[in-house]
């Protein structure tokens, strides 16, 4: 008998987010794998909620870790927590055919955050990969709200996306 290969584009996080995602405690671990993996992402106990090309949603908790001198979220954990779902959505729609790396973000600070938060990246459409043969600035824009549905942040995460050398893998 011979073996078929099944040949895939997704990357292995998007791979696990799918195959634990059903439950809680698949969900649980694939935080824990995330943290593990992204140890500053720790800083603000990230939670995926959703995943899936061009959109990702995760929740923060509010606890000291992440408080400033007012009580409130501190904006550069709001930065952190964008900065999760922009990379978790970059997992989950960039192909193994290409690579990314974060390159710039601008914020606006719009609202004290005094309650936990989510973050929400979603891409308007998706990228056409096969034509993107140098370098390519994908900007993903991500919203953070807080609980009761207040956008306190906006961030625009700028990701260097390039094709995958044969020797790098994800």
């Not at 794998?33 to 992402?41: D, E, I, N, S, T």
């Not at 949603?57 to 409130?72: A, I, R």
């Not at 308007?124 to 096969?130: M, Y």
């Not at 625009?156 to 893998?169: F, G, L, M, Q, Y």
Request: overall charge positive; some cysteine; proline content about 6%.
């Amino acid at each position: 008998m011979s073996k078929i290969l099944e040949v895939t584009t997704e990357t292995a996080t998007y791979r696990h987010w799918k195959t634990l995602a059903h439950n809680r405690l698949g969900r649980a671990l694939f935080d824990v794998g995330l943290m593990a993996r992204v140890p500053y992402f720790a800083t603000v106990l990230p939670k995926v909620a959703r995943l899936e090309p061009e959109l990702c949603e995760v929740t923060s908790p509010k606890w000291f870790g992440v408080l400033n001198h007012l009580g409130t979220f501190h904006v550069i954990a709001a930065c952190n927590l964008a900065e999760v779902a922009m990379g978790m959505l970059s997992e989950a729609t960039i192909p193994t055919t290409h690579r990314w790396i974060p390159k710039a973000m601008s914020v606006q600070y719009l609202a004290k955050g005094e309650t936990s938060l989510r973050a929400v990246a979603k891409l308007p459409e998706r990228p056409d990969f096969a034509t993107i043969t140098a370098g390519y600035d994908l900007v993903i824009p991500v919203s953070v709200y807080d609980g009761l549905g207040v956008e306190v942040v906006h961030a625009e995460i700028t990701i260097w996306v390039t094709p995958n050398s044969p020797a790098s893998k994800r």
